[in-house]
């Protein structure tokens, strides 16, 4: 619950973030979703590349060192680098959000869409991740309400899982949150996601899980399904419940 001096205050800057994706081109629509996702969303993502949050090797054995410092430091390092040469090469101005580009990502370049989604994908992803957990689970109201929308924790791990392993090439299997505020699982081609305009899914995500073989080869060949299982011990439930708790 917030009091009306937050509230006036988060209006204020709405409006003033508002303006400046109207300067951009975005559709009210567009505006009212991308404010709609920063009123209620702790979440922004610079278009810096942010500190890893562990150690290469802290995620063993689950997803090996190598694993990790090649997927941070070239993948993942990729899309930012691109993402803000795409941005200055086609005008984005300063202070827009990566929620706001995301939001209207139709107005752009591929080259936009694959490196504004990639890296904010890899920034939610490294936070969605901490070291191995046996019998790693959510608690509290995430707990219940996952138990509620997909009948238990074991239903809901099996459709998650599903739409990774079920994904063909490269992707993402996602828990969002959607517009009618119900959680929901989906995937995701390449470096799209639920953020972006031109998304069939929709929503705002808070667990998403990288299924492209640079997360997983060196370790696994073509194992997507043990990668994705032993995945499961790594998941920052105290994360994902933080992320769903700021709706
Ligand atoms: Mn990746």
């Known amino acids: ?37 920063m009123h209620t969303k702790t979440l922004n993502i610079p278009f810096d590349q942010q500190p890893l ?28 680098k691109n993402l803000k040469d795409a941005a200055q090469a086609e005008g984005v101005a300063a202070n827009t959000s990566l929620q706001q580009l995301l939001a209207g990502i139709s107005k752009y370049s ?19 991740m901490r070291p191995h957990t046996d ?4 608690s509290g109201k995430l707990l219940s309400d996952i138990e509620a929308s997909f009948g238990s924790f074991d239903a809901f791990k099996t459709q ?18 959607g517009p ?14 639920p953020l972006m305009d031109i998304s069939e899914l929709k929503g705002y995500p808070l667990l998403g899980l990288d299924v492209w073989e640079h997360a997983y080869y060196l370790k696994y060949q073509n194992r997507r399904p043990e990668y ?20």
Not at 135 to 138: D, F, L, R, S
Not at 161 to 170: H, I, V
């Open 53 to 80: 949050p562990y150690a290469y090797n802290a995620l063993e054995p689950s997803i090996d060192a190598m694993t990790m410092e090649i997927h941070y430091t070239k993948h993942a390092a990729t899309y930012s």
């Open 1 to 37: 619950m917030k009091n009306s001096g937050n509230s006036r205050r988060d209006f204020l800057l709405n409006t003033g973030k508002a303006g400046i994706a109207l300067g951009l081109g975005l559709s009210a629509a567009e505006v009212a979703m991308a404010n709609a996702n």
């Open 180 to 193: 009618d505020k119900k959680l929901k699982i989906g995937s995701t081609p390449n470096q799209d996601n």
């Open 160 to 177: 998650f899982s599903d739409a990774g392993k079920n994904r063909f090439g490269s992707g993402w299997s996602w828990l969002i949150i």
């Open 228 to 247: 994705i299982d032993n995945w499961w011990t790594l998941v920052n439930w105290d994360f994902v419940q933080q992320q769903y708790s700021s709706q």
């Open 135 to 138: 019998g790693n689970k959510p």
């Open 110 to 128: 591929p080259k936009m869409r694959n490196n504004a989604g990639g890296h904010f994908n890899h920034e939610l992803f490294w936070k969605n």
